[in-house]
């Protein structure tokens, strides 16, 4: 499949051009109201479904014995290809071919794919050494570094509710740490080290990932359609899979050594990982692109408690009291930011209520001045 680069001076592209609101947000001619629906719809549940379905199947390819991390890195972007499907059946609103990116935007996505490839990595060191529910609530940190990030580089004001948000986030993250005491969150034969280990990779994930959800919001600013968003994800998907499987072929290790499920379990939970992963990434593109990066990383924030449960009643996690009260803080500052926009919301509409009237009672003056003036005459 060949790539073409647009050679023309495109002012639609321009990546750093400021918008009061996104010009994708709104239907286009050819995506009317309910295939904009539809998309919406389609990339919660790819979001959704991705997510929980990525973090277990990665934590139960170490569970049994798996041991490559970077094998692990790569089935996070080996079904790429899968990105071709929504390249193909998703509506455009120009007659651009397939895969004709402008050059900027083209070595855009490759950088943005080896960061991505960076971050996949410090995503599988994570899963290595923290049992499920612990490296959940460690990335749930990323909506308060979006929330950070957001203000600086999309301008989205912080708010107290959002600061309470933050706060109790890093509380979450802080108390996880500081459970040494109870013994009861490592992983059997795990030292102290390598648990302190995955918790640095898992925090480091969690802002790399929260850069690149509002970064990917500008991205998208530049792109004319659905299509042409999964087009740049395609590229950067690419990119990630170069630099994991370059990992790979440089460690050489024996990665499948201690696997205790036999071959065909081996290869029907790597696959499921890369189809988990895929739809993982499907619905962050598709949130960020019809929404906002915000709202994606809210949605995957919302999935904390069942990420939480899943490790527990699957892997048989433990819930002590430490990890009980992270959870609590976590959800509370979710709670505070839902808060703090649903009123936000509410002022808006009354603010929009008032200027309405404001402007009617101006005309209603106005008629009332030119009847008054034409009674005169």
């Given amino acids: 499949m060949a790539i073409h680069f647009q050679e023309q001076a495109d002012t639609t592209t321009d990546l750093l051009q400021p918008e009061e ?48 991390r970077w094998l692990a890195t790569l089935v996070q972007s080996a079904g790429f290809p899968l990105f071709l499907l929504p390249v193909f059946l998703s509506p455009s609103s120009t007659t651009r071919r397939c895969f004709n990116l402008p050059r900027h935007l083209f070595l855009l996505s490759l950088v943005l794919g080896i960061l991505l490839g960076v971050n996949n990595l410090l995503i599988s060191c994570g899963t290595s050494y923290l049992p499920v529910s612990t490296s959940s609530l460690l990335l749930s940190t990323q909506l308060a570094f979006t929330l950070m990030l957001s203000a600086v580089l999309v301008q989205i004001p912080l708010t107290f509710t959002n600061l ?70 395609f590229v950067m998907e690419a990119a990630a899979t170069a630099l994991s499987a370059t990992g790979m072929a440089m460690t050489r290790g024996d990665w499948k050594e201690n696997w205790d499920l036999g071959p065909t379990a081996y290869w029907i939970v790597l696959g499921a990982t890369v189809l988990s992963w895929q739809l993982c990434f499907m619905g962050t593109a598709g949130t960020i692109y019809l929404t906002s990066s915000l709202h994606s990383g809210i949605c995957m924030t919302a999935l904390l408690p069942i990420n939480v449960m899943a490790g527990v009643v699957i892997f048989g996690d433990d819930l002590g009291p430490e990890k009980l009260v992270a959870v609590v803080l976590c959800v509370w500052g979710f ?43």
């Avoid at 040494?180 to 034969?189: A, E, H, Q």
């Avoid at 002022?347 to 309405?356: P, Q």
């Fill in 164 to 233: 309470n948000a933050v706060i109790l986030i890093t509380l979450s993250s802080l108390l996880l740490a500081f459970q040494k005491s109870s013994g009861g969150d490592k992983l059997p034969g795990e030292s102290w080290t390598q648990y302190y280990l995955g918790f640095a990779a898992t925090l480091g994930a969690a802002f790399m990932f929260a850069a690149y959800l509002p970064v990917m919001e500008i991205v998208y600013r530049g792109v004319d359609s659905f299509r042409m968003a999964m087009e740049v994800q």
């Fill in 335 to 377: 709670a505070s930011y839902l808060y703090g926009e649903s009123k936000k919301n509410e002022d808006d509409v009354i603010k929009g209520h008032a200027e309405n009237k404001g402007i009617l009672d101006s005309v209603e003056r106005k008629h009332g001045t030119v009847d008054g003036a034409v009674e005169n005459v």
């Fill in 21 to 68: 609101r996104y010009n994708n947000t709104l239907p286009s001619p050819t995506q009317d109201h309910h295939s904009r629906r539809f998309l919406e719809i389609l990339s919660y549940v790819c979001l959704f479904v991705g997510t929980v379905a990525a973090s277990v199947l990665s934590r139960f390819y170490f569970q049994h014995g798996g041991s490559n």
